[in-house]
């Protein structure tokens, strides 16, 4: 790593980033390209020098980056990106950037530390457990999450990580208590609208497939997990020898934001012994502001808890928060201690405060970890290894505070509504599901109530906005129906952006409508 290297480079490269901000609204919101696009503008293998080597050994490093940024940047990945940054992107969820997060990810990338251990970086694992009590505080979730106990907070990757890690320290748990051989016993439930992430945890955590059970949550509940339907799902599974284990509910699922029950859920869970894990992946931001802090009433009787700091709060992906009230049964399932992980020998029969006093120093520091003094996150997630993700979400708290990130859901909350305003005023659209947090979740109504043609026709009018490239919407299907899911979050999206996506919309529909008469 050359120092004026790195300077000029990452001048220039913050240069290209700060234009490319600038110039966002110029490109199709939705790439265009057809696959394989790429293999047509690259070699076949990578070069053995460098494109421009002379350009180095000549002290021409600027000259370098801006030709790789005209050259390949610009040229040839520019057109194959989907720009999530985008005022006009309305898909799936939103996956914020902003300028704190950004020089947040600089640093935690001009570091690059591995901080798997506390030894490995003490100031990464030190302002990880810091910022996530922060977090939970400005959450007011229960104290028990807090690290000053048996709980605390970790960043995982994404909330796929988060419900698996969960899920393994839940099963462990259980395992210990009626025994390894009762694998194939343990149920998992959830509602139909819980995301996929819990299934794919149950694959890998070896939960018997017909034991992971998806309950159809209908539009008589708002799509939300009926809390008699759940007891009476479990006292079914213990009459015929199944053993519950974990519930998962969710609140803002992706499909239409229900919230499920939390209360009601968590106290049927804790009757049973059961783990319970709460997702709020999406709308845990949102509860940071004091009028929807209800919605996750009832997390007391979780055990664990997870928001992705990286889809509506500012912080640059990759950053899910993760909370557990009982560290030690993450530990216990995924600790390992290899010797090449090992710090400073000692006998397991010394209490840790007399090594502390043995040592100094260093070599006090060095056996932190083993005397279980620290917390050493590579035993609360699934890889090793881990960046140092704390920065970018300090960075975020500190240089924009809670005020600022509450005016910041409150208005992208008013745009949602102001979209749901212009939806009501036009008899050929409805708004299927009622909106809570950001998402407005609508269709174009189908013509002389047919509502396979209805499907047919929200299909199109998705495809047909999507491919002018001016913005960027997704779907989903509730109870049969085709919906449209417009989900405003991206930080640069104004009022004028959600007026332009609806004249879009409308235009389309328009056309369609006078297709298919
Ligand atoms: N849970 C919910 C409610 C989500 O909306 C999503 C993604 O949109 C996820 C989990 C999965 O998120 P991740 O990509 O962080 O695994």
Known sequence: MDAEQLREYGHKMVDFIADYYKTIENFPVLSQVEPGYLRNLLPDSAPNQPDSFQHVLDGEVAQLILEFIRLHIQAKILPGVTHWQSPNYFAYYPSNSSVAGFVGEMLSAGLNIVGFSWIASPAATELEMIVLDWLAKMLKLPEDFLSAGQGGGVIQGTASEAVLVVLLAARDKVLRRVGKDALEKLVVYASDQTHSSLQKAC????????????????????????????????????????????????????????????????????????????????????????????????????????????????????????????????????????????????????PAKTWFLMYSGKLAKLVASQANMVVDYKDWQVPLGRRFRSLKLWMVLRLYGLENLQCYIRNHIKLAKHFENLIAQ????EVVTPRIFSLVCFRLLPVRDNESHGNKLNHQLLDAVNSTGSTFISHTV?????????????PLTEEKHVNAAWKVLQDKATSLLAESL
């Open 203 to 350: 694959q890998i955590a070896g939960i018997h497939p017909e034991n992971c059970r998806l309950l159809k949550a209908t539009s008589s509940t708002n799509y939300a997990l009926s809390p008699e339907f759940l007891s009476e799902t479990i006292s079914q599974d213990l009459t015929i020898g199944l053993i519950p284990f974990f519930l998962c509910a969710t609140v803002g699922t992706t499909s239409s934001t229900a919230v499920d029950p939390l209360l009601s859920l968590g106290k049927i869970a804790k009757s049973n012994g059961m783990w319970f894990h709460v997702d709020a992946a999406y709308a845990g931001s949102a509860c940071v502001c004091p009028e929807f802090r209800h919605y996750m009433d009832g997390v007391e009787e979780a055990d664990s808890f997870n928001m992705n700091a990286h889809k509506w709060f500012l912080t640059n992906f990759d950053c899910s928060a993760l909370w557990v009230k009982d560290r030690s049964a993450l530990v216990q399932a995924l600790s390992t201690n290899p010797e090449y992980l090992k710090n400073k020998k000692m006998a397991d029969s010394k």
């Open 426 to 429: 036009d008899p050929r659209f």
């Open 478 to 490: 509730l109870s049969g129906k085709y919906i449209l899911r417009f989900a405003v979050g991206a």
